[in-house]
């Protein structure tokens, strides 16, 4: 919808650059992906486009994760500005609120948070057989050098994996076993590996359904481009009228 680079355009014309440059995220990657060319407006400006894209819905709540949080508070930020600048009488973005799930953060395969970008990521739809490679590969505590060395679990990624994808009882059978070295490191992991699999299961095969038919794709991405138009369109009108354009 070119709704939401109009609206974006919009606001980077009223949005101060440190608010942008002090967004977590932006200084992690420049930080991890210096072999990229980051350095652009555009990777500077996606927290704003993302706030525009969410703005232009004029949501409550925004599903994310406990990095992302930053993103929405940004977002705040940007609809509150607005808001004073061009309507402080009646205005007409609203400020979301993050909606954060219990687990809200996820360790990847190297203990670092999962991302695509670092390429420590479990994909959704990953095979069974990718998933079981990733995770057999992944590092464990490095004080766990042979086989009859014990571990602490809280120094292994494979813990925050057990942390939300095993049961209380499985947990507590890794943690000692890992303690005592009672176990290995691939017998910890696959508990990890199983309920990972079970739990993508119903998701490949929604997909591979999807795939199946593309005509019921395009059909669906027709249907919720109609309907989201209507909306970005009605909130366009809104902005600019506050902001006195006419064009």
């Known amino acids: 919808l070119p709704e939401h680079a109009e609206l974006f355009t919009l606001l980077a014309m009223g949005t101060p650059l440190g608010w942008l440059e002090r967004v977590p ?30 703005l232009i819905y004029k949501a409550a709540f925004v599903p994310v994760g406990e990095d992302q949080a930053a ?13 004073h600048l061009y309507c402080p009488e009646a205005p007409i973005l609203p400020e979301p609120q993050a909606l954060l799930t219990e687990t809200s953060r996820l360790g990847g395969l190297d203990g670092q948070k999962m991302s695509k970008s670092y390429g420590n990521a479990l994909a959704m739809r990953d095979d069974p057989a990718s998933v079981t490679k990733k995770i057999r590969t ?17 120094r292994c990624p494979v813990w925050q994996l057990h942390q939300v994808y095993s049961s209380e009882s499985t947990r507590e059978w890794a943690a000692s076993g890992c303690r005592s ?31 199946s038919n593309p005509k019921q794709v395009h059909w669906i991405v027709e249907m919720g481009t109609e309907r989201a138009r209507t909306v ?8 600019r009228e506050a902001m006195g354009l006419n064009y």
């Open 25 to 54: 995220t932006y200084k992690d990657q420049m930080e991890k992906l210096k072999d990229r060319d980051l350095a652009t407006y555009g990777f500077l400006g996606y927290p704003l486009l993302q706030a525009a894209d969410i």
């Open 71 to 83: 993103h929405v508070e940004v977002t705040r930020e940007v609809a509150r500005r607005f808001n």
């Open 138 to 154: 992944m590092p464990t505590d490095p004080a766990r050098v042979r086989r009859t060395d014990p571990g602490e679990p809280e």
């Open 181 to 211: 070295a009672g176990i290995g490191c691939l017998e910890c992991k696959q508990p990890v590996i199983d309920s990972i699999v079970r739990e993508q299961q119903p998701w490949r095969e929604r997909a591979e359904a999807l795939q």
């Open 232 to 239: 970005a369109r009605q909130t366009m009108k809104d902005v």
